[in-house]
C-alpha cells in the first residue's frame, strides 16, 4: 500500500470533489444487488452514470483491490491495462468501441475520510498524457469517484460515479455502454472482494487510519 499512499500524497493538491450532479438520477438498471443511475446536465454531451452495491466486505479489502491496478482486466469492464507511471499516476487502456481504436487515460486521485459520516471518498480525475500510444486515442475528461460506506465490521456500501468523454464522433450507445460498464464493474467486485488475496487485507495502513484521526 506504499506506493498508494504515495499517489494519494502527492496528489493533496486536488480539491476534493463529488461528480457534479443534482439529485434527479434516473434508476436504469436494479439486478443482482446492483442498481445503476443515470442524469444527464445540460450543456454536456454524456450522462453522468452511477452504480451502487453493498458487499460483504471491509473497507480495507475495498482499498487493497482499488490500489491492484495489474489486475483490472479482471473486474474493470473494458480494462485491458493498469499500471503505475514513474511519476505516480495511473495509467489505464480500456478496449475501444466497435471500430474504434482502444482508450488510454492518466488519472491522478485523492483520499478523503469523512469524518462526519464516516465514509471514505476516493476521488480520481485524469491529467494530460504526454507519451500517448499513437495506437491510441487519449480520453477527453474523466472524473470519477468511489465512496465507501461501512455498514458493520464486515459490511460496505460501495457508490461508484463518473463522468466520461471517450473522445469519440458518434455518441449513439455511449450512455447505454456506460450503464452496462458500471454494473458488471460492481458485479465483478464483489467476486474479487472474496479472493484469499483481499480477504486478507483485515486491517486499514497506518496513512489511512492517520486520516481517520485527523
Excluded at 486478507?200 to 496513512?207: C, H, R, S, T
Aim: net charge neutral.
Amino acid at each position: 500500500m506504499d506506493a498508494f499512499r504515495k499517489i494519494l500524497l502527492l496528489s493533496l493538491w486536488f480539491n476534493a470533489w463529488v461528480v457534479q450532479a443534482g439529485d434527479d438520477w434516473e434508476l436504469v438498471t436494479d439486478k443482482n444487488r446492483v442498481k445503476v443511475y443515470q442524469q444527464q446536465q445540460p450543456g454536456l454531451p454524456f450522462k453522468h452514470t452511477k452504480g451502487v452495491i453493498t458487499i460483504q466486505a471491509k473497507a480495507a479489502m475495498v482499498f487493497a483491490l482499488l490500489n491492484d491496478f495489474a489486475v483490472c482486466d479482471q473486474w474493470v469492464y473494458g480494462c485491458l491495462e493498469g499500471q503505475r507511471q514513474a511519476d505516480d499516476s495511473i495509467y489505464l487502456v480500456f478496449k475501444g468501441p466497435p471500430f474504434f481504436n482502444n482508450r488510454e487515460v492518466v488519472l491522478k486521485s485523492q483520499v478523503n475520510f469523512l469524518d462526519a459520516t464516516g465514509q471514505w471518498l476516493i476521488a480520481v480525475e485524469n491529467v494530460p498524457n504526454q507519451n500517448i500510444n499513437p495506437d491510441h486515442v487519449e480520453v477527453k475528461s474523466m472524473r470519477a469517484e468511489w465512496l465507501l460506506t461501512p455498514r458493520s465490521d464486515q459490511e460496505i456500501t460501495i457508490e461508484h460515479s463518473f463522468y466520461i468523454d471517450p473522445n469519440v464522433s458518434v455518441k449513439v450507445g455511449a450512455n447505454r455502454y456506460n450503464s452496462r460498464a458500471i454494473y458488471r464493474t460492481l458485479k465483478q467486485m464483489r467476486k474479487m472482494l472474496q479472493k484469499p488475496k483481499y480477504q486478507a487485507e483485515q486491517e486499514l495502513p497506518d496513512f489511512l487510519k492517520q486520516l481517520q484521526n485527523q
